[in-house]
């Protein structure tokens, strides 16, 4: 069953940094490609990021564009998104998705999706 989980959320203060990491399990990550977004309360799902399968192509919200980098480790089935300066607009509740899509394209909500971690930001 393919299965995505997400951890690294957590309370952080503004201009702090959190790397979030989706662990896949029962299906090998390196045929997908693998996207981010969140969702805060009130608010519209927001697309984050996302990373091609063969992990050349990436593609970032303007929102967070130089301060998330987005990152595959295929041999440990896993994706990262470091994220640096946080703001208090950046909290939210973050997914990770994975889509089977030709390797130079990238999503970032995908097919399936894990259950969520949450990143607060506030002083």
């Known amino acids: 069953q393919l299965q995505l989980v997400e951890s690294g959320g957590g309370l952080v203060q503004p201009g702090g940094s959190l790397r979030l990491s989706c662990a896949a399990s029962g299906f090998a990550l390196d045929y997908y490609a693998i996207g981010w977004f969140r969702q805060a309360p009130g608010k519209e799902r927001e697309g984050v990021s996302c990373?091609?399968?063969?992990?050349?192509?990436?593609n970032y919200a303007d929102s967070v564009k130089g301060r998330f980098t987005i990152s595959r480790d295929n041999a440990k089935n896993t994706v990262y998104l470091p994220m640096n300066a946080l703001k208090p607009e950046d909290q939210a509740v973050y997914y990770c998705?994975?889509?089977?899509?030709?390797?130079?394209?990238?999503?970032?909500?995908?097919?399936?999706w894990g259950q969520g971690t949450q990143v607060t930001v506030s002083s």
């Open positions: 990373i091609s399968s063969s992990g050349l192509i990436t």
């Open positions: 998705t994975a889509t089977q899509i030709p390797q130079g394209l990238c999503v970032m909500v995908g097919d399936h």
